[in-house]
């Protein structure tokens, strides 16, 4: 079992950053793949980004390569996203979400674990 916080999101303007944090509870949060998924109003949940249980390998949905990073650290029990060159299109609320599953996977239903959500607003 693992539960999940997220927070960090908040209002910025377009060509701005932010960093999202997810804090996990569990000694088990090493073994997880973790990912980044957002939902604006009127939208399905979407695919971000996603990091393997070392942290050695990443993958990026295409809107945000280059612009977004993902990382964790093991040892807080944390994983972080770093958006930089943030525009109108990103505003949505962004979850972390943990899997067992390969960290190439995109599917919503591969991920297990969800947090609650932190809203993101860019404005133009």
């Known amino acids: 079992q693992v539960q999940l916080v997220e927070s960090g999101g908040g209002l910025v303007q377009a060509g701005g950053s932010l960093r999202l944090s997810c804090a996990a509870s569990?000694?088990?949060?090493?073994?997880?793949?973790m990912g980044w998924f957002r939902q604006a109003p009127g939208k399905e949940r979407e695919f971000v980004a996603s990091?393997?249980?070392?942290?050695?390998?990443?993958f990026y949905a295409d809107s945000v390569k280059g612009r977004f990073t993902i990382s964790r650290d093991n040892a807080k029990n944390t994983v972080y996203l770093q958006m930089n060159s943030l525009k109108s299109e990103d505003t949505a609320v962004y979850y972390c979400?943990?899997?067992?599953?390969?960290?190439?996977?995109?599917?919503?239903?591969?991920?297990?674990?969800w947090g609650q959500g932190t809203q993101v607003t860019v404005s133009s």
């Open positions: 979400a943990a899997s067992s599953d390969s960290y190439r996977t995109r599917a919503t239903d591969a991920y297990s674990y």
């Open positions: 569990g000694r088990t949060f090493g073994s997880y793949t």
């Open positions: 990091i393997n249980s070392s942290g050695r390998s990443t």
